[in-house]
């Protein structure tokens, strides 16, 4: 018989983040603190509230160690198993599945953006450990939609078209930047002919699955940024301080952050003697 398929997880941390220059200069954006942790703990949190053991973090050539330098020994003991790869060239989201297909072979994958920040983690991380096949995303409702992959549903809530960044919306559901797929995946991302905007859209994934009938969607409630400008990374800073998202981050995490702060004290103490 052969072996169920596990859930995978990656992250999706790659790209210059000149909106955020010069803060950006010198540090990923998923680096930069979002009130009391990095911003990529904030989607490593869904991952891991999700009981996924296996993280791929999809970097920029510039940061290609920082981020397992960081989070590698910090999560080895709880039995999360942390690595990277490079994105040389932002090319769209739908290539993290070109880039971590040999990471993901057999399994399913979970692909969360690494800028952005959801208040309600518990409806995809739930969504994630029910997974059994197909292809899940989740919306909000959001008052610019014309900015996002936009999701339109039939009377029962059945998705049943999504068309990326439409001049004339036909609905104000914004596809969110978490998506979780079954192995068909991978197929559909060899498949993928660059858009007019020269990328891999994660749309024509989504609509490849919602061709087969095979797409779910969950509507998330609470706030949803994308930390990506100067103006919603403070929303997001803020977000996080004002809703206590730490607090709502999964013990694991927080005693890994623990742990790795009682070594960095230790360091600390041995260079001032």
Not at 230 to 241: E, V
Request: hydrophobic share 40%.
């Amino acid at each position: 018989m052969a072996n169920k398929p596990k859930m995978k997880g990656l992250i999706l941390a790659g790209g210059s983040a000149t909106r955020l220059y010069p803060c950006t200069a010198q540090i990923s954006k998923q680096m930069l603190p979002v009130y009391k942790a990095p911003m990529i703990f904030y989607p490593l949190n869904i991952l891991i509230k999700a009981e996924i053991k296996d993280i791929l973090i999809i970097v920029s050539p510039a940061h290609s160690g920082r981020f397992v330098n960081l989070l590698e020994p910090m999560f080895r003991d709880f039995g999360i198993r942390i690595l990277s790869t490079v994105q040389e060239v932002p090319n769209g989201i739908a290539e993290a599945f070109i880039l971590g297909e040999g990471f993901i072979g057999n399994d399913n994958a979970t692909l969360i953006l690494g800028d952005n920040i959801f208040e309600d983690v518990e409806t995809i991380a739930k969504a994630i450990k029910n997974f059994k096949s197909g292809g899940h995303v989740f919306v909000k409702e959001v008052t610019d939609p014309e900015r996002f992959g936009v999701a339109t549903v039939d009377k029962k809530g059945n998705v049943i078209n999504i068309v990326e960044k439409p001049k004339k919306p036909k609905s104000n559901l914004a596809v969110a930047g978490a998506y979780v797929y079954d192995n068909k995946v991978l197929e559909f991302a060899r498949k993928l002919k660059p858009s007019i905007r020269g990328e891999l859209e994660i749309t024509d994934i989504n609509r490849a699955y919602l061709r087969r009938k095979k797409l779910k969607m969950n509507i998330v409630n609470g706030e949803w940024l994308d930390a990506g400008t100067p103006d919603a990374y403070l929303d997001a800073c803020n977000l996080a301080r004002e809703k206590r998202l730490y607090d709502n981050f999964d013990p694991i995490i927080k005693k890994a952050i623990e742990k790795s702060r009682e070594r960095f004290k230790e360091q600390a103490k041995k260079m001032l003697r």
